[in-house]
């Protein structure tokens, strides 16, 4: 049985305390652009082209189930279903297509938990209100195509390139041994209706895909031992750069077993998180020319992750801890709360960045006014002074994420729930 449930959001959780400098970066500021859900309390833009148009998910009214949505000045456009009740946009390029995940009213395929539900999962390509790519297919064998982990960990933020190609997950017909009867998921690239299957690193099983450029590089993370690790009681997964057939390790922090990559720069730099020594706490992690980063969190915070690189190098995610967490830019290897280049009187906390264009444009989600409610928001660089900045210290006590429980670490024992594959 499928056991993903569309939840909320998306994103992580990271750790010690590393804090890194933080300083003005030029002293840009930003216009914030609430631009609403399609009915329910919960919205999340999950990627931006470089025209400004976005692409992300939804709640509808009564936040029951929730669909995926593109939007372009000011208007907001359901994208509807494969027939099922949820799906889930992640993905757009500068051709304005989108990548829609979505369930089908069909049952009876493999046992996986990529899907919202219980039903048969597919992916499809929206372009001006026609699906100019119906079905995206399978991998030999198997029976769903999905965009795994749907909101979480800031996937989905480029999950196709302006060649037309598209990345995604799809289950084979093979049971993962280390926990069945689920079957084991990989990633694939599609490109012009043929489904390549990218491969594993190691002898590892199981594989996810976050993001591609327009180098046809794809970015993720793999299974790279066929059985649990003793320590961690599950498979470890190292971040990888698939490119032209063959997929790199691109390892974690020294001492650490862990890593993701979330999103990938045109130049070939990549982004994501990795443990630290202990494998209990993250940071933000950046790859280049075969070395990694550590950038840190946020001074006072413990936990930090990156979603989304663009081609100056400036880097967006987010860094919390128990009570707190805010959405942040990195550039140069200095990190700025978003919160303090918008106006303090915009009525705005900005949570989560999830994606970066070439304009810089940033997009994430926050809370704006209405601490019940879960708002997306597009910031929109000014060379306009502030004269009185927002605060830097972004509690999330008394919200609607202490309500639930969201915070940087739950989400990220989400994600190790769904590597397992079990129910959380």
């Not at 931006?48 to 372009?72: C, K, M, P, T």
């Not at 997964?237 to 974690?252: P, R, S």
């Not at 990938?264 to 933000?284: E, K, M, R, W, Y």
């Not at 840190?296 to 690189?309: E, I, Q, R, Y």
Request: aromatic share 8%; charged share 15%.
């Amino acid at each position: 049985m499928k056991s993903r449930t569309l939840t909320l959001i998306s994103f992580i959780t990271l750790f010690t305390a590393m804090a890194i400098p933080v300083r003005l970066l030029g002293q840009l500021n930003y216009i914030a652009t609430d631009f609403g859900s399609l009915g329910g309390s919960f919205s999340a833009p999950n990627t931006i082209n470089n025209r400004g148009q976005i692409a992300g998910s939804s709640n509808l009214e009564g936040d029951v189930v929730g669909h995926a949505f593109f939007w372009e000045g000011g208007k907001m456009t359901d994208l509807g279903t494969l027939g099922g009740p949820i799906s889930v946009g992640a993905g757009i390029n500068n051709s304005g297509e989108v990548v829609v995940g979505a369930d089908t009213p069909l049952f009876g395929g493999l046992q996986n938990t990529m899907c919202a539900t219980t039903a048969i999962c597919r992916m499809f390509v929206w372009r001006k209100g026609v699906r100019v790519v119906p079905d995206l297919g399978t991998l030999e064998g198997g029976t769903d195509t999905a965009i795994y982990d749907l909101l979480s960990f800031g996937q989905g933020t480029s999950f196709n390139n302006n060649r037309h190609q598209v990345i995604g997950q799809a289950d084979i017909p093979i049971t993962d041994p280390n926990n069945p009867p689920f079957a084991i998921s990989r990633a694939f690239l599609w490109d012009r209706g043929l489904m390549t299957d990218l491969g594993v690193l190691g002898d590892g099983h199981n594989v996810s895909a976050s993001a591609i450029n327009d180098e046809s590089q794809v970015v993720g993370d793999s299974e790279f031992t066929s059985g649990p690790d003793p320590v961690l009681n599950f498979p470890p997964f190292h971040a990888f750069l698939w490119d032209k057939g063959a997929m790199t390790d691109l390892q974690a922090f020294p001492g650490a077993k862990l890593s993701i990559a979330l999103g990938i720069s045109n130049a070939g730099q990549v982004v994501g998180l990795s443990t630290v020594p202990g494998d209990v706490d993250f940071h933000t992690a950046a790859w280049s020319n075969g070395t990694v980063t550590d950038l840190g969190t946020f001074p006072g915070d413990s936990l930090s992750v990156a979603n989304a690189v663009n081609q100056r190098g400036r880097i967006v995610g987010a860094s919390g801890g128990s009570t707190t967490m805010r959405a942040m830019l990195w550039e140069n290897g200095a990190g700025i709360d978003l919160n303090t280049r918008i106006p303090a009187s915009s009525g705005w906390q900005l949570l989560y960045a999830i994606d970066i264009n070439a304009r810089g444009q940033i997009t994430g989600w926050g809370i704006h006014n209405n601490p019940n409610v879960i708002s997306a928001f597009l910031l929109t660089p000014t060379n306009d002074r502030i004269d009185s900045p927002g605060q830097s210290a972004r509690t999330i006590t008394g919200t609607v994420l202490e309500k639930k429980g969201i915070t940087l670490r739950q989400l990220f024992r989400h994600r190790l729930a769904e590597r397992l594959r079990t129910k959380n």
